[in-house]
């Protein structure tokens, strides 16, 4: 089983749609976890960091913590053709001084 | 915030050739630096860790005389790529983990092709 498994795509959604991108990790004492997207070409841009459970809400975007059942997801609301990317979840545990990444969700939002 | 500056941002050099790569954190203090490395299509995949003034953690199969990683500052680090080879070619993207809010942030990335 992979630390970090992510759904690699694509998925696609219309414009204005909500993306759902999903991701479960396998070490309970993973503590915290980031989403970044990835524009083909382009090094990894920071958007959501999410650390306790519930929800965290910015912008368009909320990330969903549930540590019980070990999974992150990412929401985004009214989606645009500049969010198609490759969104990448990563998580951090205490016992690691390093992030461990999902192999990315590529999403694709049509018009 | 979250600035990162990486140069350069792009190189190509002839095999045998050492290439430097500075990476820079423009708006926050980096204890530790990450370098990763990733070839078209494929996963980021970390090359080494570096705490500022300790001698860098390689991951399993990168080699340490090949890749020379240099943390003197909280703000700046170097990735030398010595004796380059073709096979080296990737994007070498640095990543500074901010030393208050342990958010680890990407530089642009360096796109090294040796002929």
């Known amino acids: 089983q992979k630390e970090v498994e992510q759904n690699s795509g694509p998925l696609s959604v219309p414009e204005g749609a909500i993306a759902s991108l999903n991701c479960t990790y396998s070490d309970r004492g993973s503590q915290s976890f980031f989403w970044y997207r990835q524009y083909s070409g382009k090094s990894p841009e920071l958007i959501m960091s999410?650390?306790?459970?519930g929800d965290k809400e910015d912008g368009r975007f909320t990330a969903q913590l549930n540590k019980a059942s070990q999974y992150v997801s990412l929401l985004i609301r009214d989606s645009q053709p500049s969010d198609s990317a490759t969104y990448l979840c990563a998580v951090n545990t205490y016992n690691t001084d390093k992030l461990i990444f999902g192999t990315g969700t590529r999403l694709q939002v049509f018009p | 915030g979250a600035v990162v500056s990486q140069h350069p941002s792009w190189v190509i050099c002839k095999s045998g050739t050492s290439v430097k790569i500075e990476c820079r954190s423009l708006?926050?203090?980096?204890?530790?630096m990450f370098w990763y490395r990733q070839f078209p299509k494929q996963s980021l995949m970390l090359m080494a860790t570096?705490?500022?003034?300790?001698?860098?953690?390689?991951e399993q199969g990168v080699e340490k005389d090949k890749f020379l990683i240099n943390h003197a500052s909280l703000t700046l680090s170097t990735l030398t790529v010595t004796s380059a080879h073709p096979e080296d070619s990737s994007f070498y993207i640095c990543?500074?983990?901010?030393?208050?809010?342990?958010?680890?942030?990407f530089g642009p990335g360096t796109r090294l092709t040796v002929t």
């Open positions: 990543a500074p983990r901010d030393r208050v809010s342990y958010e680890q942030y």
């Open positions: 999410i650390y306790s459970n």
């Open positions: 570096s705490n500022e003034g300790s001698k860098a953690t390689y």
């Open positions: 708006d926050f203090q980096a204890t530790t």
